[in-house]
């Protein structure tokens, strides 16, 4: 079948009723989620994975792919209107599109914001149609060798890049990758770390784990200071009478490059494990800023400060889902519940969902198309509403959270080891943000952990207990090289610094 | 105040120990050493993972101890402070939700929840803002909605109790 056919045929599988019904709604839904601070994508996706048990795999994937495009584009609504960023995707989003309100022009960024919010989306989900499919060609031919050394690629610059401490996010990871080694060992049968208890004999599961740390331990952490802050005032702009998106076509124009060059490093920010949309949108701005003529002009509300984290930002979702789909490999937190969606689901994302569940993977394309447009026309006409729902008090909101959490969890086997299971992983979540650890490598590392012990032990079965073959195929040698420079240059780091200020005296 | 300082040393020791616990619990993990190679059985990377979290945690002990001598109070953020009776509303919390999970079966979920929610509704709002039947209307509104949802909605399986069972389900 031609590209072109698949594509057709992606369309029109979500071209449904139900499929377009789930896409408003899951666009919906995410962008109050964007929006709210304290709420995520990922909690989103978590939250919403239950709903999709008794679905076709196509419109659960549907489902969460709106979810996943409105909660990341949502935030920009809470960035630019109160200054608080409603994820960490838009934090950068906060610097020119909050004095742009404050000089009367909130309908001006707001609209500036969705537009290139959208130019985002589509511009790296056209990438993704093109560059996923002949990355999943090449990865056909990959074996445990080249497995393993991606997965400890990717483990390495998650525990690195994702926190300012490499012990501490090197020491999640393998606490993460501990969690996943409890259960039935999957080559050999024996038990490990389950200490006869049966509920154990499963191992964790991934959706228990996360929807724990992510949503529990987050409800857990508010309850600190939920009964005394108070909600502050947004004042929602007057989009009646304003013109188009309001800015000129002038404008737009003059944005071309600087949204073009956002798109790409968002998109490119999203393929790399452990980076993702956190960085991608402060990335964007700073190169933005550098490249000015006038660099003064940015943080006193110019559009060229709000186009560029606004189009990385979405640029990353595209980005992000190249190393998912193609490989089963997950670079960020959301990502990661999408894996578990899909192999919720019977999908085993890597090379060979390209061949086997074609149909699928391009469903998921189509939506995301579609999604981007419905995000538009929703953020634009229906901000009133977004607005309002920002007053809903957090007391309120959070004990109606952890229900759904707990929904799910109890929905995940039918009993309630598991939302107790949830409820432990929420009890480290908590912890983790008490002793300021990050959660990103505990979660990637209880993901991507089986992955690399599986493909190693198997690969060193192969090869009769040699490691070469891990060293002399040229991909796995290159991912492997990078991971040990990766923990070079920072381990490093401290003493380099130490040198340059000695200089410096 | 002590607490932030000696942060990363008491997170250093507790992962001494777990590491520690890790490890031994690591050697007991049974092997076939005749169908599954010594290279690839069942203990290899957990013995691996053991030792790099010792190591590691060795490092943040160092790390800790440099901080705490060099520790200012008067610097770092501040905003992050957590008065008692913050920490008494986080306890309560997490009383009411593990009693909220143990209840739900033998209540079925409708009753369960309807309590879970209008009291932390009252523990989690403000002093001036509690307004019981503002929040019990929403506590079972809620319920109700998440219920039919996914019990007639999507046809899932929760807990049933009294509630359940007036309304037919």
């Known amino acids: 079948m031609s590209t072109w056919q698949l594509i057709a045929n992606g369309f029109a599988m979500v071209l449904t009723p139900v499929g377009l019904l789930l896409q408003v709604v899951g666009v919906a839904v995410g962008i109050v989620f964007g929006a709210l601070p304290g709420l995520s994508a990922t909690m989103a996706v978590a939250l919403f994975l239950p709903v999709t048990y008794s679905m076709t795999p196509s419109n659960a994937m549907t489902l969460l792919m709106a979810l996943f495009i409105g909660a990341i584009s949502g935030g920009l609504i809470s960035a630019i209107l109160l200054r608080i960023p409603g994820t960490p995707s838009s934090v950068a989003t906060t610097f020119d599109g909050h004095p742009m309100v404050k000089k009367g022009q909130a309908a001006k960024a707001l609209g500036v914001g969705i537009v290139f919010s959208f130019l985002g989306t589509i511009f790296s989900t056209i990438l993704l149609m093109f560059i996923a499919p002949e990355i999943a060609r090449v990865a056909i031919a990959f074996g445990p060798a080249e497995f393993f050394s991606i997965a400890i690629f990717s483990l390495t610059m998650i525990a690195t890049l994702s926190s300012g401490n490499m012990v501490k996010g090197i020491i999640a990871g393998l606490v993460g990758f501990m969690f996943s080694t409890v259960g039935t060992d999957t080559i050999e049968g024996t038990q490990r770390f389950t200490f006869g208890l049966t509920n154990l004999k499963g191992g964790f599961d991934m959706l228990g784990v996360m929807v724990g740390l992510f949503a529990v331990g987050e409800i857990i952490a508010a309850a600190e200071t939920a009964h005394h802050k108070q909600q502050s005032e947004i004042t929602v702009p007057n989009m009646k009478g304003i013109k188009g998106f309001g800015f000129t076509v002038k404008e737009f124009v003059g944005q071309r490059w600087n949204a073009l060059r956002s798109a790409l490093i968002g998109f490119g920010i999203g393929v790399f494990p452990g980076i993702g949309g956190g960085t991608s949108n402060m990335l964007a701005y700073t190169v933005a800023k550098t490249a000015d003529k006038n660099p003064e002009r940015f943080g006193t509300g110019c559009i060229d400060g709000l186009v560029a984290p606004e189009t990385a930002n979405n640029a990353t979702i595209g980005g992000a889902l190249v190393p998912l789909l193609t490989l089963g490999i997950p670079g960020d937190t959301t990502t990661a519940m999408l894996l578990g969606a899909l192999t919720l689901h019977g999908l085993t994302p890597g090379p060979l969902l390209f061949q086997n569940q074609a149909d699928v993977v391009y469903g998921i394309f189509a939506a995301m198309l579609i999604c981007s447009f419905i995000m538009l026309a929703m953020e634009f006409y229906g901000l009133r509403v977004f607005v309002k729902m920002l007053a809903i008090p957090k007391y309120i909101l959070l004990p109606c959270i952890f229900v759904l959490c707990a929904l799910g969890a109890y929905q995940l086997k039918n009993n309630i080891s598991q939302v107790l299971a949830c409820l432990l992983f929420g009890l480290v979540g908590y912890g983790f943000k008490k002793f300021s650890i990050p959660s990103t490598p505990f979660i990637l590392g209880f993901i991507l952990g089986p992955l ?16 070469t073959p891990f060293l002399t195929s040229p991909i796995s040698a290159v991912f492997l090289a990078i991971a040990v420079l990766v923990i070079v240059i920072y381990a490093t780091k401290p003493l380099r610094e130490k040198r340059k200020a000695a200089k410096g005296n | ?24 619990f690591a050697q007991q993990i049974k092997t076939r050493p005749k169908i599954i190679p ?11 993972l053991g030792i790099l979290l010792l190591a590691m945690s060795i490092l ?9 001598k060099s520790f200012d109070a008067s610097k770092g953020d501040t905003g992050d402070q957590v008065s008692k009776e913050d920490y008494l509303v986080v306890v309560l919390t997490l009383g009411v939700i593990l009693l909220y999970v143990l209840l739900m079966v033998p209540l079925g979920f409708n009753l369960s929840t309807m309590l879970y929610l209008f009291v932390q509704f009252m523990i ?27 019990r007639v909605g999507l046809s899932q399986m929760l807990p049933r109790g009294i509630i359940e069972s007036l309304l037919g389900y």
Request: net charge positive; charged share 15%.
């Open chain 1, 452 to 467: 690399a012990e599986v493909n190693y032990r198997r690969g060193m079965m192969v090869t009769n207990g040699s490691f």
């Open chain 2, 1 to 24: 105040m002590t607490f932030r300082k000696y942060k990363d040393l008491i997170l250093g020791s507790v992962m001494l120990v777990i590491s520690g616990l890790y490890l031994y």
């Open chain 2, 38 to 48: 010594s290279y690839s059985n069942a203990r290899i990377f957990p013995t691996i």
């Open chain 2, 60 to 68: 943040l002990i160092i790390q800790g101890i440099r901080k705490a």
């Open chain 2, 124 to 150: 989690l709002a403000p002093k001036g803002k509690r307004k019981p039947i503002q929040f019990a209307v929403i506590a079972i509104a809620f319920s109700l909605v998440c219920f039919f949802v996914f």
